[in-house]
Protein backbone atom coordinates (compact mmCIF):
# COMPACT_ATOMS: atom_id res chain seq x y z
CA UNK A 1 0.00 0.00 0.00
CA UNK A 2 1.48 3.77 -0.37
CA UNK A 3 0.45 6.86 1.21
CA UNK A 4 -1.89 9.03 -0.98
CA UNK A 5 -1.47 12.81 -0.77
CA UNK A 6 -3.50 15.77 -0.37
CA UNK A 7 -3.62 19.45 -0.44
CA UNK A 8 -3.91 20.88 3.33
CA UNK A 9 -6.86 22.34 4.59
CA UNK A 10 -8.47 24.29 7.62
CA UNK A 11 -11.82 23.85 8.81
CA UNK A 12 -11.96 27.91 8.80
CA UNK A 13 -11.39 27.81 5.77
CA UNK A 14 -14.61 26.73 6.00
CA UNK A 15 -16.29 29.51 7.97
CA UNK A 16 -18.50 31.02 5.03
CA UNK A 17 -20.41 28.04 5.00
CA UNK A 18 -20.85 26.70 8.41
CA UNK A 19 -22.52 28.04 11.33
CA UNK A 20 -20.50 28.73 14.55
CA UNK A 21 -22.70 26.20 15.95
CA UNK A 22 -21.72 23.62 13.15
CA UNK A 23 -18.24 24.85 14.04
CA UNK A 24 -18.31 23.92 17.81
CA UNK A 25 -20.02 20.53 16.84
CA UNK A 26 -17.17 19.27 14.28
CA UNK A 27 -14.51 20.65 16.97
CA UNK A 28 -16.12 19.37 19.92
CA UNK A 29 -16.09 15.81 17.85
CA UNK A 30 -12.45 16.21 17.09
CA UNK A 31 -11.38 16.97 20.55
CA UNK A 32 -12.50 13.66 21.42
CA UNK A 33 -10.49 11.65 18.86
CA UNK A 34 -6.76 13.59 19.17
CA UNK A 35 -5.57 10.83 20.82
CA UNK A 36 -6.19 8.76 17.74
CA UNK A 37 -4.34 7.64 14.92
CA UNK A 38 -7.10 6.73 11.72
CA UNK A 39 -6.13 5.62 8.49
CA UNK A 40 -8.66 5.73 5.19
CA UNK A 41 -7.87 2.43 2.97
CA UNK A 42 -9.05 2.55 -0.57
CA UNK A 43 -7.76 1.68 -4.00
CA UNK A 44 -7.40 4.38 -6.03
CA UNK A 45 -6.13 8.51 -4.95
CA UNK A 46 -8.00 9.96 -7.78
CA UNK A 47 -10.92 9.28 -10.10
CA UNK A 48 -14.41 8.50 -8.56
CA UNK A 49 -16.60 9.93 -5.52
CA UNK A 50 -14.74 8.23 -2.69
CA UNK A 51 -11.03 9.62 -3.66
CA UNK A 52 -13.35 12.97 -4.05
CA UNK A 53 -14.25 12.71 -0.78
CA UNK A 54 -11.26 11.46 1.21
CA UNK A 55 -9.05 14.51 -0.58
CA UNK A 56 -11.43 16.82 1.31
CA UNK A 57 -12.16 14.76 4.84
CA UNK A 58 -8.67 13.56 5.17
CA UNK A 59 -6.66 16.83 5.63
CA UNK A 60 -9.88 18.34 7.19
CA UNK A 61 -9.44 15.54 10.17
CA UNK A 62 -5.03 16.47 10.57
CA UNK A 63 -6.20 20.35 10.84
CA UNK A 64 -8.38 19.56 13.41
CA UNK A 65 -5.69 17.12 15.18
CA UNK A 66 -6.97 13.66 14.32
CA UNK A 67 -3.84 12.28 12.90
CA UNK A 68 -5.41 11.14 9.87
CA UNK A 69 -3.65 8.64 6.81
CA UNK A 70 -4.99 7.94 3.34
CA UNK A 71 -3.41 4.29 2.21
CA UNK A 72 -4.05 3.29 -1.07
CA UNK A 73 -4.11 -0.62 -2.01
CA UNK A 74 -2.11 -1.83 -4.85
CA UNK A 75 -3.25 -4.34 -7.47
CA UNK A 76 -2.98 -5.42 -10.79
CA UNK A 77 -6.08 -5.33 -13.62
CA UNK A 78 -6.84 -8.93 -12.91
CA UNK A 79 -7.66 -8.45 -9.48
CA UNK A 80 -9.65 -4.74 -10.79
CA UNK A 81 -11.92 -6.90 -12.42
CA UNK A 82 -12.66 -9.23 -10.29
CA UNK A 83 -13.81 -6.41 -7.74
CA UNK A 84 -15.86 -4.66 -10.28
CA UNK A 85 -17.84 -7.73 -10.66
CA UNK A 86 -18.01 -8.18 -7.17
CA UNK A 87 -19.40 -4.24 -6.74
CA UNK A 88 -21.83 -5.30 -10.04
CA UNK A 89 -22.92 -8.41 -8.39
CA UNK A 90 -23.80 -5.99 -5.28
CA UNK A 91 -25.48 -3.65 -7.04
CA UNK A 92 -27.69 -6.07 -8.56
CA UNK A 93 -26.02 -7.72 -11.81
CA UNK A 94 -26.66 -11.43 -11.70
CA UNK A 95 -23.45 -13.26 -12.09
CA UNK A 96 -21.50 -15.79 -11.34
CA UNK A 97 -18.71 -15.83 -8.12
CA UNK A 98 -16.17 -17.99 -8.79
CA UNK A 99 -14.28 -20.08 -6.53
CA UNK A 100 -11.15 -18.50 -8.59
CA UNK A 101 -12.09 -14.89 -8.29
CA UNK A 102 -12.23 -15.53 -4.74
CA UNK A 103 -9.02 -16.83 -4.54
CA UNK A 104 -7.42 -14.00 -6.39
CA UNK A 105 -9.44 -11.64 -4.20
CA UNK A 106 -8.13 -12.95 -1.22
CA UNK A 107 -4.22 -12.97 -2.15
CA UNK A 108 -4.19 -9.72 -3.34
CA UNK A 109 -6.23 -8.32 -0.08
CA UNK A 110 -4.30 -10.45 2.13
CA UNK A 111 -1.04 -9.02 0.97
CA UNK A 112 -1.94 -5.72 1.44
CA UNK A 113 -2.79 -6.37 4.65
CA UNK A 114 0.46 -7.61 5.28
CA UNK A 115 2.09 -4.64 4.15
CA UNK A 116 -0.04 -2.35 7.02
CA UNK A 117 3.40 -1.23 8.32
CA UNK A 118 2.17 -0.03 11.43
CA UNK A 119 -0.98 -0.15 13.99
CA UNK A 120 -3.57 2.36 14.01
CA UNK A 121 -6.44 2.49 16.70
CA UNK A 122 -9.38 3.08 13.73
CA UNK A 123 -8.84 1.66 10.08
CA UNK A 124 -11.67 2.81 7.78
CA UNK A 125 -11.54 0.12 4.67
CA UNK A 126 -13.75 1.47 1.98
CA UNK A 127 -15.63 -0.47 -0.67
CA UNK A 128 -15.56 -3.94 -1.09
CA UNK A 129 -12.29 -3.59 -2.66
CA UNK A 130 -10.46 -3.91 1.06
CA UNK A 131 -13.19 -6.24 2.74
CA UNK A 132 -10.28 -9.45 2.36
CA UNK A 133 -7.97 -7.68 4.02
CA UNK A 134 -9.96 -7.83 7.50
CA UNK A 135 -9.12 -11.42 8.87
CA UNK A 136 -5.75 -10.83 8.34
CA UNK A 137 -5.44 -7.36 9.61
CA UNK A 138 -7.88 -8.36 12.73
CA UNK A 139 -5.30 -10.78 13.58
CA UNK A 140 -2.34 -8.70 13.09
CA UNK A 141 -3.62 -5.64 15.05
CA UNK A 142 -6.34 -6.71 17.48
CA UNK A 143 -7.06 -3.41 18.91
CA UNK A 144 -7.64 -1.47 16.20
CA UNK A 145 -11.17 -0.91 15.11
CA UNK A 146 -12.45 -1.97 11.77
CA UNK A 147 -14.98 0.19 10.04
CA UNK A 148 -16.33 -0.59 6.91
CA UNK A 149 -17.63 1.70 4.74
CA UNK A 150 -19.86 0.91 1.88
CA UNK A 151 -20.82 3.21 -1.10
CA UNK A 152 -23.03 1.18 -3.16
CA UNK A 153 -26.65 0.35 -2.22
CA UNK A 154 -26.76 -3.18 -1.39
CA UNK A 155 -31.17 -3.92 -1.61
CA UNK A 156 -31.13 -5.79 -4.53
CA UNK A 157 -27.55 -7.72 -4.09
CA UNK A 158 -26.68 -10.82 -5.96
CA UNK A 159 -27.03 -13.43 -3.08
CA UNK A 160 -23.56 -15.17 -3.81
CA UNK A 161 -21.75 -11.43 -3.44
CA UNK A 162 -23.77 -10.63 0.00
CA UNK A 163 -22.69 -13.55 1.56
CA UNK A 164 -19.24 -12.83 0.21
CA UNK A 165 -19.06 -9.51 2.11
CA UNK A 166 -20.95 -11.00 4.97
CA UNK A 167 -18.47 -13.66 5.75
CA UNK A 168 -16.10 -10.43 6.75
CA UNK A 169 -18.62 -8.89 9.02
CA UNK A 170 -17.62 -10.56 12.09
CA UNK A 171 -14.08 -8.66 12.78
CA UNK A 172 -15.64 -5.57 12.36
CA UNK A 173 -16.96 -3.18 14.75
CA UNK A 174 -18.95 -0.86 12.11
CA UNK A 175 -20.21 -0.54 9.01
CA UNK A 176 -21.51 2.91 7.12
CA UNK A 177 -24.03 3.26 4.55
CA UNK A 178 -25.07 6.31 2.62
CA UNK A 179 -28.75 5.53 3.55
CA UNK A 180 -29.91 2.83 6.12
CA UNK A 181 -31.62 0.64 3.59
CA UNK A 182 -28.49 0.26 1.41
CA UNK A 183 -27.42 -2.04 4.55
CA UNK A 184 -30.60 -3.80 5.77
CA UNK A 185 -29.22 -6.85 4.34
CA UNK A 186 -25.99 -6.77 6.49
CA UNK A 187 -26.20 -7.94 9.72
CA UNK A 188 -24.14 -9.09 12.80
CA UNK A 189 -22.02 -5.43 12.73
CA UNK A 190 -23.29 -2.43 14.15
CA UNK A 191 -24.69 0.09 10.96
CA UNK A 192 -24.23 3.57 10.58
CA UNK A 193 -25.31 6.25 7.97
CA UNK A 194 -23.48 8.97 6.67
CA UNK A 195 -24.99 11.09 3.99
CA UNK A 196 -22.61 12.21 0.90
CA UNK A 197 -21.38 15.58 1.02
CA UNK A 198 -19.13 18.08 -1.23
CA UNK A 199 -16.60 19.84 -0.92
CA UNK A 200 -17.42 23.70 -1.42
CA UNK A 201 -13.66 25.12 -1.41
CA UNK A 202 -12.91 23.34 -4.53
CA UNK A 203 -12.20 23.93 -8.25
CA UNK A 204 -15.00 21.98 -8.99
CA UNK A 205 -17.68 23.22 -6.67
CA UNK A 206 -16.49 26.84 -5.63
CA UNK A 207 -18.08 29.93 -7.13
CA UNK A 208 -16.05 30.50 -11.02
CA UNK A 209 -15.02 34.22 -10.28
CA UNK A 210 -13.05 32.58 -6.99
CA UNK A 211 -10.95 30.60 -10.02
CA UNK A 212 -7.70 32.22 -11.52
CA UNK A 213 -4.98 30.67 -14.18
CA UNK A 214 -5.57 27.62 -15.75
CA UNK A 215 -8.15 26.99 -13.33
CA UNK A 216 -10.31 30.20 -15.11
CA UNK A 217 -9.47 29.14 -18.64
CA UNK A 218 -10.86 25.55 -18.13
CA UNK A 219 -14.35 27.18 -16.92
CA UNK A 220 -14.69 29.71 -19.80
CA UNK A 221 -17.11 27.78 -21.46
CA UNK A 222 -16.09 29.34 -24.89
CA UNK A 223 -13.49 27.37 -25.22
CA UNK A 224 -15.62 23.62 -25.62
CA UNK A 225 -16.50 22.37 -28.64
CA UNK A 226 -20.36 22.83 -27.96
CA UNK A 227 -22.14 25.99 -28.95
CA UNK A 228 -22.85 28.01 -25.62
CA UNK A 229 -25.35 30.09 -26.86
CA UNK A 230 -27.87 26.54 -27.42
CA UNK A 231 -29.34 24.52 -24.88
CA UNK A 232 -26.82 21.86 -23.64
CA UNK A 233 -27.63 18.76 -21.58
CA UNK A 234 -24.81 16.92 -19.66
CA UNK A 235 -23.84 13.56 -17.99
CA UNK A 236 -21.15 14.11 -15.86
CA UNK A 237 -20.35 10.48 -14.60
CA UNK A 238 -17.44 7.61 -15.52
CA UNK A 239 -18.11 5.76 -18.70
CA UNK A 240 -19.62 2.98 -17.20
CA UNK A 241 -22.97 0.80 -18.03
CA UNK A 242 -24.46 1.54 -14.28
CA UNK A 243 -24.77 5.55 -15.05
CA UNK A 244 -26.81 4.98 -18.38
CA UNK A 245 -25.24 6.59 -20.75
CA UNK A 246 -26.63 4.72 -23.79
CA UNK A 247 -29.63 6.18 -21.98
CA UNK A 248 -28.92 9.55 -21.92
CA UNK A 249 -28.07 9.77 -25.67
CA UNK A 250 -32.11 8.32 -26.10
CA UNK A 251 -33.09 10.84 -23.96
CA UNK A 252 -31.42 13.80 -25.65
CA UNK A 253 -32.58 12.22 -29.17
CA UNK A 254 -36.13 12.28 -27.77
CA UNK A 255 -35.13 15.89 -26.59
CA UNK A 256 -34.34 17.05 -30.08
CA UNK A 257 -37.44 15.73 -31.34
CA UNK A 258 -39.47 19.13 -29.81
CA UNK A 259 -35.50 21.11 -29.18
CA UNK A 260 -33.89 20.39 -32.16
CA UNK A 261 -31.18 23.08 -31.35
CA UNK A 262 -30.40 21.13 -28.11
CA UNK A 263 -26.52 19.57 -27.80
CA UNK A 264 -25.33 16.91 -25.54
CA UNK A 265 -22.15 16.87 -23.46
CA UNK A 266 -21.34 13.31 -22.24
CA UNK A 267 -18.09 14.10 -19.66
CA UNK A 268 -16.30 11.19 -18.27
CA UNK A 269 -12.76 10.05 -17.31
CA UNK A 270 -10.50 7.95 -19.42
CA UNK A 271 -8.76 5.26 -19.71
CA UNK A 272 -10.99 3.80 -17.07
CA UNK A 273 -13.90 3.16 -19.01
CA UNK A 274 -12.19 3.15 -22.98
CA UNK A 275 -14.69 0.33 -23.43
CA UNK A 276 -18.19 2.21 -22.99
CA UNK A 277 -16.65 5.31 -24.80
CA UNK A 278 -15.64 3.37 -28.15
CA UNK A 279 -19.44 2.21 -28.14
CA UNK A 280 -20.29 6.01 -27.42
CA UNK A 281 -17.65 7.10 -30.30
CA UNK A 282 -20.24 5.36 -32.46
CA UNK A 283 -23.06 7.56 -31.64
CA UNK A 284 -21.24 10.85 -31.77
CA UNK A 285 -19.59 10.43 -35.10
CA UNK A 286 -23.27 10.28 -36.45
CA UNK A 287 -24.31 13.71 -34.58
CA UNK A 288 -22.31 16.23 -34.60
CA UNK A 289 -24.31 17.91 -31.32
CA UNK A 290 -23.62 15.11 -29.25
CA UNK A 291 -19.64 15.96 -27.81
CA UNK A 292 -17.60 13.43 -26.12
CA UNK A 293 -15.36 15.38 -23.24
CA UNK A 294 -12.64 13.31 -21.48
CA UNK A 295 -10.50 14.17 -18.59
CA UNK A 296 -11.40 17.70 -17.95
CA UNK A 297 -10.04 19.65 -15.29
CA UNK A 298 -12.54 20.31 -12.40
CA UNK A 299 -12.98 23.29 -12.86
CA UNK A 300 -14.60 21.86 -16.27
CA UNK A 301 -16.90 20.06 -14.45
CA UNK A 302 -17.42 23.26 -12.40
CA UNK A 303 -18.17 25.30 -15.94
CA UNK A 304 -20.53 22.66 -17.17
CA UNK A 305 -22.72 21.87 -13.85
CA UNK A 306 -23.43 25.33 -13.71
CA UNK A 307 -24.30 26.31 -17.59
CA UNK A 308 -25.90 23.19 -19.03
CA UNK A 309 -29.89 23.82 -19.16
CA UNK A 310 -30.34 20.31 -18.14
CA UNK A 311 -27.86 17.82 -15.93
CA UNK A 312 -28.92 14.04 -16.12
CA UNK A 313 -27.48 11.76 -13.51
CA UNK A 314 -29.30 8.47 -15.59
CA UNK A 315 -27.76 5.83 -13.25
CA UNK A 316 -29.42 2.32 -12.74
CA UNK A 317 -28.03 2.80 -9.35
CA UNK A 318 -26.39 5.08 -7.13
CA UNK A 319 -24.83 4.47 -3.59
CA UNK A 320 -23.21 8.13 -3.38
CA UNK A 321 -24.09 9.86 -6.30
CA UNK A 322 -21.49 12.91 -5.86
CA UNK A 323 -22.60 14.74 -9.33
CA UNK A 324 -25.94 15.32 -8.37
CA UNK A 325 -24.48 17.49 -5.11
CA UNK A 326 -21.93 18.71 -7.15
CA UNK A 327 -24.81 20.28 -9.71
CA UNK A 328 -27.24 21.30 -7.13
CA UNK A 329 -24.55 22.98 -5.06
CA UNK A 330 -22.99 24.50 -8.43
CA UNK A 331 -25.91 24.36 -10.84
CA UNK A 332 -27.28 28.38 -10.46
CA UNK A 333 -27.45 30.12 -13.97
CA UNK A 334 -26.34 33.41 -14.15
CA UNK A 335 -28.58 34.00 -17.28
CA UNK A 336 -31.69 34.01 -17.80
CA UNK A 337 -32.28 30.62 -19.25
CA UNK A 338 -34.47 27.82 -18.14
CA UNK A 339 -33.36 26.76 -14.79
CA UNK A 340 -31.68 23.22 -14.69
CA UNK A 341 -32.81 19.85 -14.09
CA UNK A 342 -31.38 16.86 -12.27
CA UNK A 343 -33.54 13.98 -14.07
CA UNK A 344 -33.13 10.85 -12.11
CA UNK A 345 -35.00 7.62 -12.20
CA UNK A 346 -36.91 5.87 -9.64
CA UNK A 347 -33.88 4.38 -7.17
CA UNK A 348 -31.63 7.80 -8.12
CA UNK A 349 -34.44 9.57 -6.48
CA UNK A 350 -33.78 8.84 -2.91
CA UNK A 351 -29.85 9.28 -3.45
CA UNK A 352 -30.96 12.51 -5.23
CA UNK A 353 -32.35 13.94 -2.03
CA UNK A 354 -29.99 13.34 0.09
CA UNK A 355 -27.37 14.61 -2.31
CA UNK A 356 -29.72 18.00 -1.95
CA UNK A 357 -29.72 17.85 1.81
CA UNK A 358 -25.88 16.99 2.35
CA UNK A 359 -24.90 20.07 -0.26
CA UNK A 360 -26.96 22.84 2.10
CA UNK A 361 -24.04 21.22 4.67
CA UNK A 362 -27.02 20.74 7.14
CA UNK A 363 -28.46 17.51 9.05
CA UNK A 364 -31.48 16.44 7.26
CA UNK A 365 -34.57 17.07 9.07
CA UNK A 366 -36.97 14.69 7.93
N1 LIG B 1 -15.94 13.10 -12.15
C1 LIG B 1 -14.92 13.87 -12.64
N2 LIG B 1 -14.67 13.83 -13.98
C2 LIG B 1 -15.40 13.08 -14.84
C3 LIG B 1 -16.47 12.29 -14.32
C4 LIG B 1 -16.72 12.33 -12.95
O1 LIG B 1 -14.25 14.60 -11.92
O2 LIG B 1 -15.12 13.09 -16.02
C5 LIG B 1 -16.20 13.16 -10.70
C6 LIG B 1 -17.55 13.73 -10.35
O3 LIG B 1 -17.51 15.15 -10.44
C7 LIG B 1 -17.74 13.19 -8.92
C8 LIG B 1 -17.03 11.83 -8.99
O4 LIG B 1 -16.16 11.87 -10.14
O5 LIG B 1 -17.05 13.99 -7.98
C9 LIG B 1 -18.01 10.70 -9.18
O6 LIG B 1 -18.65 10.43 -7.96
P1 LIG B 1 -20.10 9.76 -7.92
O7 LIG B 1 -20.43 9.51 -6.49
O8 LIG B 1 -21.08 10.61 -8.67
O9 LIG B 1 -19.95 8.39 -8.71
P2 LIG B 1 -18.89 7.19 -8.61
O10 LIG B 1 -17.90 7.43 -9.71
O11 LIG B 1 -18.26 7.24 -7.27
O12 LIG B 1 -19.73 5.98 -8.88
Redesign the pocket.
Known sequence: MYHASTEEQTLSAYDPYITDQQRNEIQETAAGLTDLRVAHVNTTASG???A?MLHGVVPLANDLNVDTDWLVMEASEDFFDVTKAMHNGLQGERSELTEEMCELYRSVTVRNAESLEESYDVLILHDPQTLGMVPTVAERFPETALVWRCHIDLTDATPAYLEFAQSHMEPIDSAVFTLPEYGESISGVEKVSIYPAIDPLTE?NCPLEELTGEAAEAANVESYPFDATRPLMTQ???FDPWKDPQGVIETYQTVTESVPEAQLAL???MPEGIRVFRELEDVAEDDDDVHLLTN?P?AG?NVLQREADVVLQKSFREG????VS?HCGNGRRSSGRTSVASLCRSTMERTAIWSIRATSLRPPTG
Open positions: GGVEKISRVGALDIFALTE
